[in-house]
C-alpha cells in the first residue's frame, strides 16, 4: 500500500504540473481512485479507458489483489488436494480460452491462468525437490522455461494483426515458461553468469519498476520526441535502442531508491504497528508462559 500511494501521488503531481502529458479529468478522479482500492480498476480500466498511460499498471494490480485475497480462503475451505488441483487447472484452461470469447484481457478470468500456474508450482515444488533433480535437468529446465519466454515474445510480436492468436496464447505461455523456469530455480546453490546478475534487481525491485515504468516509457516518448513505434531507418533503431537501454537503468535506479528508503522502511513500520496493536487487543485473553487453564 505505501508504495501504491506514492504512484497515485506522483500520478496526480504529474497531472497538474504537466497536464499535456499526465492530464486527467479529475470529475472522475473520486470513482477511479475508489475502484483502485476496491481492486475494480480492471472493469473500470477496459469500460472507461482514456487516462495516462501512467494509470495502466493498476489494472492488472486489481486482478493480482482480488487472487491473492480469494486463493487463501479456497485453500483453507477445500482441504482435499485433488480437488484443489483440479480447481487450478480449471483455472489454467478456463483462461485463454475466456480470452478469445470476450476478446478481452483485463478481466479477473482472462489472468488466473498465470496466477494458477505459479500456485502449481509452489504446490509441487516440495515433491519435485524430494526427487533430488540432477543440476542437468535443473540447467534443462531453466533454459526451457527461458526459451519459451523468449520464443513467445518473439512470435507474438508479429501475430497482432491476429489478435486472437496473440492475446489467446501469449499470456499462457508466458506463464508456462515462468513456471517451467521456477522448478529448474529451486536450488540457491545454482552458479549464475555475472554478465546477467543485474536483472535479478528487477526481480527485486519488481513492484516499484512495475508501479513507475509507465513515467519512463511516456517519458521517453514525448519528452524526448521518440516516436511511439521504431521507424524502419537505422537512426530511429539505434537511436531508439540507445535511449531503452538507457530507461531501463535508470528505472533500476529509481526502483532501487524507492525500494530501500521508502518500501521497506514504510513496510517495516506498518508491520510493527501491526503486531503491536495485535498484542495488546489480544493481550488480555492469551495465556501467559506456565499459565494454568
Given at each position: ?5 506514492l504512484?497515485?501521488a ?26 483502485i ?39 483453507f ?5 485433488i ?8 483455472l ?20 488466473f ?45 508479429s ?9 489467446m ?5 508466458i ?13 540457491a ?5 555475472y554478465a ?8 527485486e525491485?519488481?513492484y516499484?519498476?512495475?508501479l ?5 516509457l ?11 513505434e521504431?521507424?524502419h531507418?537505422?537512426a530511429?533503431k539505434?537511436?531508439g535502442?540507445a535511449?531503452?537501454?538507457?530507461l ?5 535506479g529509481?526502483?532501487h531508491?524507492?525500494y ?10 506498518i508491520?510493527?504497528?501491526?503486531k503491536h ?10 495465556l ?6
Amino acid at each position: 500500500m505505501p508504495c501504491l500511494l506514492l504512484m497515485i501521488a506522483c500520478a496526480c503531481l504529474a497531472a497538474l504540473t504537466v497536464p499535456s502529458l499526465f492530464g486527467v479529468d479529475w470529475h472522475l478522479m473520486p470513482a477511479r481512485l475508489w475502484s483502485i482500492f476496491t481492486f475494480r480498476y480492471n472493469s473500470y480500466f477496459a469500460r472507461f479507458g482514456g487516462v495516462p498511460r501512467v494509470w495502466d499498471p493498476l489494472w492488472s494490480l486489481s486482478v493480482e489483489e482480488i487472487f491473492y485475497l480469494c486463493f487463501p480462503a479456497v485453500l483453507f475451505l477445500v482441504r482435499n488436494r485433488i480437488l484443489l488441483m483440479a480447481g487450478i487447472v480449471a483455472l489454467i484452461v478456463i483462461g485463454p480460452i475466456h480470452r478469445v470469447n470476450t476478446f478481452n484481457i483485463y478481466g479477473y478470468l482472462d489472468n488466473f491462468d498465470q496466477l494458477s500456474m505459479g500456485v502449481v508450482v509452489a504446490l509441487m515444488l516440495e515433491k519435485f525437490v524430494s526427487l533430488e533433480p540432477s543440476p542437468a535437468t535443473l540447467k534443462f529446465l531453466r533454459h526451457l522455461g527461458g526459451a519459451i519466454i523468449t520464443a513467445n515474445f518473439l512470435y507474438t510480436r508479429s501475430l497482432y494483426s491476429q489478435a486472437h492468436a496473440s492475446i489467446m496464447w501469449g499470456a499462457t505461455f508466458i506463464g508456462l515458461g515462468s513456471a517451467i523456469y521456477l522448478f529448474g530455480a529451486v536450488k540457491a546453490d545454482v552458479k549464475r553468469s555475472y554478465a546477467f546478475s543485474w536483472l535479478e534487481k528487477f526481480g527485486e525491485f519488481s513492484y516499484e519498476t512495475y508501479l513507475f515504468h509507465s513515467f519512463f516509457l511516456v517519458s521517453l516518448i514525448n519528452v524526448f520526441k521518440l516516436p511511439s513505434e521504431p521507424g524502419h531507418d537505422t537512426a530511429h533503431k539505434v537511436l531508439g535502442g540507445a535511449w531503452m537501454i538507457a530507461l531501463i537503468f535508470m528505472l533500476l535506479g529509481f526502483s532501487h531508491v524507492v525500494y530501500t528508503y521508502y518500501s521497506e522502511p514504510a513496510g517495516k513500520w506498518i508491520k510493527a504497528r501491526a503486531k503491536h496493536l495485535s498484542s495488546i487487543l489480544s493481550g488480555p485473553y492469551l495465556l501467559r508462559p506456565n499459565q494454568k487453564i
